[in-house]
């Protein structure tokens, strides 16, 4: 494998893995694609299981072989050299495709994608000349697909992302081929299809109406040809051809919503505020005078509240200042009335008139 390849794979793998946990929804609540109908892309990386390597690696023996042969001297000898072919087919599939939500977490995906492995290796002949040899696989697959979201309470973890399993049937177009340094043969594209595929996937992020699922899978398009391998490498098998397109594949899709659900009530921030995000702005404008006027009714509704309630306890103060006075009143009537007693109790009483008895001898009796 070409130390690039080897670069990008990491690369891709190492920025998946990390992804992952650090788009997952942090605030306890499952994120979903909200999606009605959503177009999307998606790239990968595949291993393809061409086990028919071995008839390319086979004529390039060969071909080493005979350059040594031919070889006069020792420095000749020297100078023939070869590459091996790589003994996996790793390429970059790239996908696209229409999604429909049936309901909610189930879709169905039609999509196309292109399949291109170029594989090639240098000879280098006693005279030191140098001598390119390869083979091209090449597959235009177009797919059905069915994925479903798997149940939370089926998992350990109680929220986060969407995750997934989607099931494919393939079939190939015309441009399904292997040719090389030696010719070409074309597959034949059958109406029943060439093979299945599944995957697990997760969804990592999503933001309006754009959704980020990182997928690992495999799959099985199987081709065959009128043509065989003998017309395409030296020492190739005489059959018909037969060969695999499909394989373990890393794929992350990205799809953005072109007709969304709308947000579903229990993640609004305020259910009694309405989701203003698809309304019109005379609406939103007409729904703020609205909010404004209630504010301000509310506001003048409580500040006769208050009037209200600074009137009574005026009231209620007249009334208990009316009461306390009449109480002064009665106390200084009481007070008066017992003052007036007290004097009555404590004068003499008038003395009674006594007879003015005669005085003795004031006038003497008769003798």
């Known amino acids: 494998m070409k130390s690039w390849a080897k670069k990008i ?7 998946l893995l990390a992804a992952s946990p650090s788009f997952a929804a942090s605030d306890g609540v499952a994120e979903h694609d909200n999606s009605r109908i959503s177009i999307f892309l998606q790239p990968a990386i595949s291993f393809l299981s061409f086990e028919e390597r071995e008839y390319f690696q086979d004529a390039i023996d060969t071909i080493y072989q005979e350059f040594r042969a031919n070889a006069l001297t020792e420095e000749e000898s020297l100078s023939v050299a070869k ?13 696209g495709g229409l999604q429909f939500q049936v309901r909610q977490d189930h879709f169905l995906s039609a999509g196309i994608g292109f399949i291109y492995d170029d594989e090639s290796v240098v000879l280098t002949d006693r005279k030191n000349k140098s001598h390119n040899y390869g083979y091209t696989i090449q597959g235009i697959p177009l797919f059905l697909e069915y994925r479903f979201a798997i149940p939370l309470n089926l998992m350990t973890l109680s929220d986060g992302g969407l995750f997934s399993i989607a099931l494919r049937w393939y079939w190939t177009l015309p441009g399904t081929e292997i040719y090389s340094s030696w010719g070409k043969i074309d597959a034949d594209n059958s109406l029943l299809g060439a093979g299945f595929g599944f995957s697990v996937g997760y969804l990592i992020a999503s933001w309006k109406g754009l959704n980020v699922f990182g997928d690992i899978g495999f799959s099985s398009i199987k081709v065959k040809s009128k043509g065989s391998f003998a017309d395409i490498v030296p020492e190739g098998s005489t059959e018909k051809a037969k060969w695999d397109i499909g394989g373990l594949q890393l794929q992350i899709r990205v799809s953005f919503g072109v007709w969304n659900k709308p947000k579903p009530r229990e993640e609004d921030d305020d259910d009694d505020i309405p989701d203003t995000d698809a309304v019109p702005d005379t609406v939103k404008a007409d729904t703020a005078k609205v909010d404004t006027a209630k504010v301000d009714s509310v506001k003048a509704d409580s500040i006769k509240a208050d009037s209200v309630k600074v009137d009574a306890a005026k009231t209620d103060s007249v009334k208990t200042d009316s009461v306390k006075t009449d109480s002064t009143i009665a106390d200084t009537a009481i007070q008066e009335s017992s003052a007036q007693d007290s004097k009555e109790s404590k004068s003499p009483a008038p003395e009674k008139e006594q007879p003015v008895k005669e005085a003795v001898g004031s006038k003497k009796p008769e003798e």
């Open 9 to 15: 794979c990491g690369l891709l793998s190492l920025v």
């Open 83 to 95: 590459q091996n072919f790589q003994k996996v087919n790793f390429c970059f599939p790239i996908t």
